[in-house]
């Protein structure tokens, strides 16, 4: 079983940035399909980017020209850099891998943007 550690959540100031890690316990990690999802206070799971094996990359509208998806194989690890956060951004951020073999979910972690 594949298991998803998602990192770098935390309080913030509105307008500052964070990077979040998801790293893998697989070391295949770049073979998988892996995205950025986020569910706020109150509100339903709704999904942000995603990176493509490829290194194609795609976003939420709401978070277009500030966020930024990327993965670095030799960390196996997939970042979601965030600026210019707003109180919007408040959520638990999950890191989802997906292959042929199954889909695979990290336990969250939370940001918080202050303002």
């Known amino acids: 079983q594949v298991r998803l550690v998602e990192s770098g959540g935390g309080v913030v100031q509105s307008g500052g940035s964070l990077r979040l890690s998801c790293a893998p316990s697989t070391n295949t990690f770049k073979y998988y399909q892996t995205e950025w999802h986020r569910q706020a206070p109150g509100k339903g799971r709704e999904w942000v980017a995603t990176?493509?094996?490829?290194?194609?990359?795609t976003y939420v509208d709401a978070v277009k020209g500030r966020f930024s998806i990327s993965r670095d194989n030799a960390k196996n690890t997939v970042y979601l850099q965030m600026n210019s956060l707003t109180s919007e951004d408040t959520a638990v951020y999950y890191c989802r891998g997906a292959n042929a073999r199954g889909v695979y979910w990290g336990r969250g972690t939370q940001v918080t943007v202050s303002s």
């Open positions: 990176i493509a094996v490829d290194g194609t990359t």
